[in-house]
């Protein structure tokens, strides 16, 4: 199949073609041919006004909810959730049933997700059944396509299990993800202990529960001399940490979710249970950090933190709801909106491609001719308001519905798999 793309801007850091606005050929899934103006027929021709494209952007951190809990999500949903969002890759964690443990399961997801137009690279679990009790075979995992290695919602409690865990994948230049909750502390919060917290009645969870966290384990990443990535950042203070390790050379990283910088607990005065998360939304000063963290380079890239959940654990008393929002669909006007003032696209979009694949070692595609097409293509200045007829995950468990929002995707192109709006 061949497709046309008239007058894209074409957004990539650091290509010649940066900023150029130019008409792209795609036949059979390679890209043929870049130039002002192509006047060959083709049998599909996107245009559109404003239109941008860059490399696929990847998220890092989705639950597919498949095997197990396919009546909140499946592969086929979720990858048209992701394909929705302008998403040609993402990182599923290993929370299923059964949970993705064994090179089998991590088989199952790559099998079934080949011909869905979304690449879908399994996080294997560090710990058999994401127990947090004894370490699962990551070797096996790797062998059978697994990208990294994480417990998914579950933070890793054990040190000592954890630093067994970050030496072992020295040997593949493996990657741990941490969700950092300290469970011992806050054990009931249901949101960020302060303020709004004792106004509204809620127990808290305190901020020190992620920040405590945070801080054992960079020093474990330390000592291993391994490395780790920090999934869902949301307190200043956790900021402060990475950066200071950073700044002395600890192989460590961190991605923040758009919610976290979108909300604060302010915004949980009406009970509002689709903002019920873990990490729990912060401050107003927090939000604002997070926000500055981004801009500044501490924090590496946005990851949707997507994590689909039924009517009945949504619609209920706050207390009793579930945790998780989706967030696929949603992450890049929502993480626009906010940024736009003070950051070019260019910015955003290195955030969504470059970033997360560096960290996690995954080849960068290009836009040049003879590439296989990984596109996304999108458009920042159009504003809208976000609506249940801009989702396609199964669930509909969103703060953002009913947001007004700047930067909306018109689709991606994959290889031979297109996915239009």
């Known amino acids: 199949m061949s497709v046309l793309i008239k007058q894209a801007t074409i957004v990539s850091k650091g290509s010649p073609l940066n900023g150029k606005r130019k008409d792209i050929l795609i036949q059979n899934g390679i890209i043929s041919s870049i130039a002002d103006s192509i006047n060959q027929s083709a049998e599909r021709v996107i245009e559109d006004e404003g239109l ?9 951190f989705a639950q597919f909810c498949d095997p197990g809990f396919e009546y909140r999500e499946t592969i086929e949903t979720g990858t ?17 049933d059964p949970v993705i443990s064994t090179k089998s399961q991590v088989e199952y997801i790559i099998q079934k997700s080949t011909n869905s137009g979304v690449k879908v690279h399994p996080i294997g679990s560090i710990t058999k059944n994401a127990a947090g009790k004894e370490l699962a075979e990551m070797y096996d995992m790797f062998n059978s396509g697994a990208i990294a290695f994480s417990d998914g919602l579950n933070c890793i409690q054990d040190g000592s299990l954890l630093l067994k865990a970050l030496q072992y994948v020295k040997s593949i230049d493996g990657t741990v993800i941490q969700l950092p909750d300290d469970k011992t502390i806050g054990t009931n919060g249901l949101m960020n202990e302060g303020i709004i917290s004792t106004q509204l009645g809620l127990p808290g969870k ?89 801009l500044d380079g501490t924090i590496d890239f946005i990851a949707s ?5 039924n009517y009945d654990a949504k619609v209920c008393e706050f207390e009793y709801a579930k945790n998780g929002m989706i967030g696929l669909e949603s992450l890049f006007g929502a993480v626009w909106t906010i940024v736009k003032q003070k950051w070019s696209i260019e910015e955003l979009i290195d955030r969504l491609t470059v970033s997360p694949r560096k960290t996690f070692g995954l080849s960068i595609p290009d836009i040049k001719e003879g590439e296989i097409a990984s596109l996304t293509l999108f458009n920042p200045t159009s504003s809208y308001t976000f609506g249940e007829n801009n989702i396609q995950s199964k669930c509909t468990n969103s703060a953002f519905i009913g947001k007004q929002l700047t930067g909306k995707v018109v689709g991606i192109i994959n290889g031979t798999h297109i996915h239009i709006n």
């Open 52 to 60: 941008h494209i860059s490399i696929g952007w990847i998220d890092s």
């Open 206 to 294: 305190p901020a020190m529960a992620e920040e405590i966290m945070v801080a054992r384990d960079i020093e474990l990443t330390n000592y291993a001399a391994s490395k780790l990535h920090f999934t869902g950042i949301s307190s200043t203070k956790s900021l402060e940490h990475i950066k200071t390790a950073k700044s002395a050379g600890v192989k460590i990283s961190c991605s923040v979710t758009p919610y976290h910088l979108f909300f604060s607990d302010d915004d949980l005065q009406q009970y509002d249970t689709n903002l019920k998360v873990n990490p729990p939304i912060r401050t107003k000063s927090d939000r604002q950090n997070l926000i500055e963290g981004l």
């Open 305 to 309: 933190h997507h994590l689909p959940q």
């Open 80 to 96: 048209k959730a992701a394909a929705s969002g302008g998403f040609t890759d993402v990182l599923i964690i290993p929370n299923t």
